[in-house]
């Protein structure tokens, strides 16, 4: 099964350093997601991406957040100016279609922790 | 506000056995359900979608009641490798917003 590729696996930090988490989604996907999810909490929605702009963000992603296509394959999230309760498990995710008529298809994940 | 809310357990049951887990969320207007599978500190799987007529794949019934606001997970004959976190997903309405429950742990013992 095809797969969603997230690096770096763990991402340690500093407090208001930079940090950029990398994702290449499935490639003939066309939709391109964010999510996170603190320890022992829910999964939380960031941002959707498509056709190179977000089509939707919650409340979560704020203007230290934001994200990026560089090129053809690479999806990626960058916090401008961590905070501690920026400490999650950030899941990247694609589809080929809308959610709500193809899979979701999440990448393993990159653990950060900002100290 | 789109809430979906879980028993988070733990479910504690032994091979073989069937289990149930409910969930229910707070807009009626949502407009697609799903049933999600997390592994400890793993991503989350989609299990199966949820449709108001039942839908079944082999072990797995999920079941949607709109009038209750009520989704369900039936497992029987549960393995050992049913063992995981059971995230119930309501799809918000928006492209990729997708709103998940904190999970109802299993653990199926030998």
């Known amino acids: 099964e095809p797969e969603v590729t997230q690096t770096p696996s763990h991402q340690v930090t500093q407090m208001g350093q930079e940090v950029i988490l990398r994702c290449v989604p499935i490639?003939?996907?066309?939709?391109f997601y964010w999510y996170r999810q603190i320890l022992g909490q829910k999964v939380e929605f960031l941002v959707s991406f498509y056709n190179n702009e977000i089509s939707e963000k919650s409340e979560i992603f704020d203007d230290q957040f934001s994200v990026e296509r560089p090129d053809g394959s690479n999806f990626t999230l960058k916090i401008r100016s961590t905070k501690l309760e920026d400490s999650a498990m950030y899941f990247c995710?694609?589809?080929?279609?809308?959610?709500?008529?193809?899979?979701?298809?999440f990448g393993s994940g990159t653990q950060l922790s900002v100290l | 506000r789109k809430e979906v809310e879980q028993d988070p357990g733990p479910f504690n049951v032994p091979e073989g056995a069937t289990v149930a887990f409910n969930c229910t969320y707070s807009?009626?207007?949502?407009?697609?359900f799903f049933w999600y599978r997390q592994d400890c500190r793993k991503e989350p799987k989609l299990l199966m979608s949820v449709y108001s007529s039942g839908n079944e794949d082999g072990r797995f019934t999920a079941q949607l009641n709109r009038a209750s606001q009520y989704i369900s997970l039936l497992i029987r004959d549960s393995k050992l490798s049913d063992s995981a976190t059971y995230l119930c997903v309501g799809y918000g309405g928006s492209q990729g917003n997708l709103i998940f429950g904190k999970g109802t742990k299993l653990s199926v013992k030998p």
């Open positions: 995710a694609s589809s080929e279609g809308t959610v709500t008529n193809e899979k979701l298809f």
């Open positions: 807009n009626s207007a949502s407009q697609s």
């Open positions: 490639s003939n996907h066309l939709y």
